[in-house]
């Protein structure tokens, strides 16, 4: 079993509900969005996987290389395996071969669009981190897409985050808590202020509290977080 990774190492978990816990983290190579103001693309190496302590490993990488390795790793106490990217769910049989192999949970964080593949692996993720993606990040119109996968998340601990940038649109925004609250108005709602890239610059704090006044008015639980693993310092 083997799929491109573009590196694995333990770190903090930087963004929404579970922020601040230890994760091992497993970065795929590969996704099917090109969001403007995507962060990770540079960190992306796709001829070799950087392994945290053991280093170089050629990819795509061979899940029974690894597993003597992951195991090793997870000796020291993590709350999960973060899988992330890139998309993730790119590549369910490297996924459901981990969940299967590992015993720690899986913590999905995903751009919530891909359901058929969620569908393959659900049996395997515990926590599910999921994108909804504003039109004018990604091009295209993809309120559809999350409600589908939204419905297939529910069977796990999900929670939906939101990128602001100053640039987002309040009508983009007004339609994506519409979605929620139509699915559920008690999922937990993450607000996250961009962090400046690609062209879109942070929100001020002004349009971030009123955002939140409006979302609290449709969703129980919407929470304002940043990327702390930036604040200090972390990958």
Same mark, same amino acid.
């Given at each position: 079993?083997?799929?491109?990774?573009?590196?694995?190492?333990?770190?903090?978990?930087?963004?929404?509900?579970?922020?601040?816990?230890?994760?091992?983290?497993?970065?795929?190579?590969?996704?099917?969005?090109?969001?403007?103001?995507?962060?990770?693309?540079?960190?992306?190496?796709?001829?070799?996987?950087?392994?945290?302590?053991? !280093?170089?490993?050629?990819?795509?990488?061979? =899940?029974? @290389?690894?597993?003597?390795? %992951?195991?090793?790793? *997870?000796? /020291?106490?993590?709350?999960?395996?973060?899988?992330?990217?890139?998309?993730?769910?790119?590549?369910?049989?490297?996924?459901?071969?981990? !969940?299967?192999?590992?015993?720690?949970?899986? =913590?999905? @964080?995903?751009?919530?669009? %891909?359901?058929?593949? *969620?569908? /393959?692996?659900?049996?395997?993720?515990?926590?599910?981190?999921?994108?909804?993606?504003?039109?004018?990040?990604?091009?295209?119109?993809?309120?559809?897409?999350?409600?589908?996968?939204?419905?297939?998340?529910?069977?796990?601990?999900?929670?939906?985050?939101?990128?602001?940038?100053?640039?987002?649109?309040?009508?983009?925004?007004?339609?994506?808590?519409?979605?929620?609250?139509?699915?559920?108005?008690?999922?937990?709602?993450?607000?996250?202020?961009?962090?400046?890239?690609?062209?879109?610059?942070?929100?001020?704090?002004?349009?971030?509290?009123?955002?939140?006044?409006?979302?609290?008015?449709?969703?129980?639980?919407?929470?304002?977080?940043?990327?702390?693993?930036?604040?200090?310092?972390?990958?």
């Amino acid at each position: 079993m083997q799929a491109p990774i573009s590196e694995i190492f333990s770190s903090i978990q930087g963004e929404g509900k579970y922020v601040g816990c230890r994760q091992l983290f497993i970065r795929f190579v590969g996704c099917n969005l090109k969001c403007r103001y995507c962060d990770t693309e540079s960190l992306l190496n796709t001829t070799h996987c950087d392994c945290e302590g053991k !280093g170089l490993i050629n990819n795509p990488v061979d =899940f029974a @290389e690894i597993l003597p390795y %992951l195991e090793k790793r *997870l000796k /020291k106490k993590h709350h999960s395996i973060s899988l992330t990217g890139g998309e993730p769910l790119l590549h369910t049989d490297f996924i459901n071969e981990i !969940g299967q192999k590992i015993d720690c949970p899986l =913590f999905l @964080e995903t751009n919530g669009t %891909l359901c058929e593949q *969620l569908q /393959k692996v659900i049996n395997n993720i515990d926590i599910i981190s999921m994108d909804i993606k504003m039109p004018d990040a990604v091009g295209e119109n993809l309120w559809e897409k999350h409600k589908k996968f939204l419905q297939i998340a529910a069977k796990k601990d999900v929670y939906v985050k939101i990128v602001i940038a100053q640039e987002t649109k309040l009508d983009d925004f007004t339609k994506a808590i519409d979605l929620i609250e139509s699915f559920n108005k008690n999922l937990l709602l993450i607000l996250q202020p961009m962090t400046p890239y690609g062209g879109y610059t942070a929100p001020s704090p002004e349009k971030i509290l009123i955002w939140q006044s409006l979302a609290l008015e449709k969703i129980n639980d919407v929470r304002v977080i940043g990327q702390t693993h930036r604040m200090i310092g972390q990958r």
